[in-house]
């Protein structure tokens, strides 16, 4: 039997990155979606946010809090 890749699940990194998205969101990827970017650009429509090395959900966009350093 050979295994193949049918696709990439983007999933939310929560409003702060130290913890788990609220809602354990996911980009609803439609069913030609075959590559990571094109995942994310699906998520771009549906209101997904990517500030640098997240990804946010609507939800999470909007309560987003930058980590304290």
């Not at 696709?7 to 030609?32: H, M």
């Amino acid at each position: 039997m050979t295994a193949h890749l049918i696709g990439y699940e983007i999933a939310c990194n929560g409003p702060t990155g130290q913890n788990d998205c609220p809602d354990s969101a996911a980009v609803r990827a439609s069913f030609t979606s075959r590559t990571a970017a094109a995942v994310r650009a699906d998520g771009r429509r549906q209101g997904w946010t990517r500030p640098p090395g997240r990804d946010l959900c609507p939800a999470c966009t909007t309560t987003t809090k930058e980590p304290t350093r």
